[in-house]
């Protein structure tokens, strides 16, 4: 059973910086499209970031181009969202998500198969 599992979340002051992670067990890793969505109360989800199987492809949402990373450790299953210059509006829940199919480029439109539980961030203003 694949599992994903987020953490990193939590409160922090407009400016300031968090690094969520995303640890993933029950089948291999490397080779997975991953991506982070986000979703605030209210709102549908979207996508924040995506990175490819071997990592050497990104895509980001254009709301976080230059202040968000994403990252991947195929020897630790995980995959990493670096954040900085944090804004109220990155206020939300933030989920992990992997693809159930080997894939060398990552868009808002790809599909992810399973999914985490996620992590709560919160800027304050």
């Known amino acids: 059973q694949v599992q994903l599992v987020e953490s990193g979340g939590g409160l922090v002051q407009a400016g300031g910086s968090l690094r969520l992670s995303c640890a993933v067990s029950?089948?291999?890793?490397?080779?997975?499209?991953m991506g982070w969505f986000r979703q605030a109360p209210g709102k549908e989800r979207e996508f924040v970031a995506g990175?490819?199987?071997?990592?050497?492809?990104?895509f980001y949402t254009n709301s976080v181009k230059g202040r968000f990373t994403i990252g991947r450790d195929n020897a630790k299953k995980m995959i990493f969202l670096q954040m900085i210059s944090l804004k109220p509006e990155d206020t939300a829940v933030y989920y992990c998500?992997?693809?159930?199919?080997?894939?060398?480029?990552?868009?808002?439109?790809?599909?992810?198969?399973?999914w985490g539980q996620g992590t709560q961030v919160t800027v304050s203003s």
């Open positions: 990175i490819s199987g071997n990592g050497g492809s990104t």
């Open positions: 998500a992997a693809t159930n199919y080997y894939t060398d480029y990552v868009s808002p439109s790809t599909p992810y198969r399973y």
């Open positions: 029950g089948r291999t890793f490397s080779g997975y499209g």
